[in-house]
């Protein structure tokens, strides 16, 4: 639901931003592209399902017609890394599905990039929006200050 107003998360302490995409290179190749874009659905319900895991939320995004993304929020890296590596988790057998059927071939491409962020050196506003992003998931209050305290306040949170 929109909400009139400005809003900021409610996240207190250091996070992970992971952002993981898929890019179909060849359409025609539904075979080789369409398991990956299956995949991340089920890895997503595991991980909202276990609120120890660390994992706080994703987004979805598109660009353009060929590359989906998720921008994902974690509470730490060492979570994120723990999850990536369990063998016993969704992610792991289709980590090893997609190199066993597409691997090198360019028929699909996946990336993704990781971003630590230390406690106090975010900010997240939204106005007149729905809870996005981070807010959706940590909640959201009402923001306050104007854009020269935002940079005080980043500045200050990356100088340490």
């Known amino acids: 639901m929109i909400e009139p107003g400005r809003f900021t998360d409610s996240h207190d302490g250091p996070l992970v931003v992971f952002i993981i995409g898929m890019r179909i290179n060849a359409f025609h190749k539904i075979g080789k592209w369409l398991p990956v874009a299956r995949a991340m659905g089920p890895m997503?319900?595991?991980?909202?399902?276990?609120?120890?895991?660390?994992?706080l939320g994703a987004e979805q995004m598109l660009r353009g017609l060929r590359t989906v993304l998720l921008v994902q929020y974690w509470r730490?890296?060492?979570?994120?890394?723990?999850?990536?590596?369990?063998?016993?988790?969704t992610h792991w057998p289709a980590w090893s599905a997609f190199n066993k059927a597409v691997g090198n071939?360019?028929?699909?491409?996946?990336?993704?990039?990781?971003?630590?962020?230390?406690?106090?050196?975010?900010?997240?506003?939204?106005?007149?929006?729905?809870?996005?992003?981070?807010?959706?998931?940590?909640?959201?209050?009402a923001a306050s200050g104007n854009r020269a305290e935002a940079r005080t306040r980043m500045t200050a949170a990356l100088k340490g």
């Open 44 to 55: 997503l319900a595991e991980l909202s399902q276990n609120p120890e895991s660390g994992f």
């Open 105 to 141: 071939d360019g028929s699909v491409g996946i990336f993704h990039e990781t971003f630590c962020v230390p406690a106090g050196a975010h900010e997240t506003i939204g106005v007149n929006m729905e809870p996005f992003g981070l807010a959706r998931f940590t909640g959201r209050r």
């Open 76 to 89: 730490d890296f060492d979570s994120l890394e723990t999850y990536a590596r369990d063998r016993s988790q």
